[in-house]
């Protein structure tokens, strides 16, 4: 299988060369695309200057200011789909996320599911170094979400995730709604709702070091009120499939 892993960055210098030579460290022959905001602080520019040891594996989408998180995914699957990747990850690069989890993930779809979520409530909470009052609004959400929806997914709002092209490809990217972390939880139920078959690897989730979150108050209030609507849409496969 051809894997890429997808990573949106805004202002990541302190991480990105660390974890682009994490990822290629890895055993599996992982690809890489970097979807860059406008980083004011160099980040594509560090990116580039990596390509050139890594011009087969390492791929850089520049874009003109912060356009969301969800848009920069979208970008990054689309291109992926284009390019004949068999499996597409969606990670964070601030080390939240443990590169080294990217074959439980890989092997969770070798076994079969669809669609393979890094999630932190599976087996109990497995966050650290998270304040707790954030905590307490992604574990709350991820049951507001359940609730809801119906939805058989523990941590709806999980950012590590892969997808069988397959997924992608029948997903109507083009009807995706929301952009900031409501965007993850469309994406998953939008999967289900289609008959894909989900499954969720146990992961610790580490906070961020180095750099600052992308967190808002309205990232928060778009997912709130965004799963109200998903649990009334209709869905229907691309009509660009195959």
Not at 64 to 90: H, N, P, Q, S
Not at 152 to 159: E, M, N, S
Request: charged share 25%; net charge positive.
């Amino acid at each position: 299988m051809r894997k890429l892993v997808i990573i949106p960055t805004y202002n990541e210098r302190e991480n990105i060369e660390a974890m682009v030579a994490k990822v290629f460290s890895l055993e599996g022959d992982f690809s890489l695309l970097v979807v860059d905001d406008g980083s004011p602080d160099g980040t594509a520019e560090i990116v580039r200057q990596l390509q050139i040891a890594h011009p087969e594996r390492l791929f850089l989408i520049e874009r003109e200011g912060k356009l969301g998180l969800g848009t920069a995914y979208l970008t990054g699957f689309r291109w992926g789909l284009r390019e004949g990747f068999d499996v597409i990850y969606e990670m964070d690069c601030d080390f939240s996320h443990d590169p080294d989890d990217l074959l439980r993930l890989t092997a969770a779809i070798e076994a079969g599911a669809d669609v393979a979520i890094g999630s932190r409530y599976v087996s109990g909470v497995n966050v650290v170094n998270w304040p707790m009052r954030r905590l307490l609004l992604s574990f709350c959400a991820s049951r507001y979400v359940k609730c809801v929806t119906r939805m058989p997914v523990r941590d709806a709002t999980a950012g590590f995730v892969a997808y069988r092209a397959e997924v992608l490809r029948t997903i109507d990217l083009d009807a995706v709604r929301m952009k900031g972390y409501g965007f993850q939880i469309e994406m998953k139920y939008t999967a289900w709702r289609l008959g894909f078959g989900i499954k969720e690897v146990s992961i610790i989730f580490r906070d961020r070091t180095l750099g600052t979150s992308k967190m808002s108050s309205g990232i928060l209030g778009e997912a709130f009120w965004g799963v109200l609507r998903l649990r009334f849409r209709r869905f229907r496969a691309s009509a660009s499939r195959g």
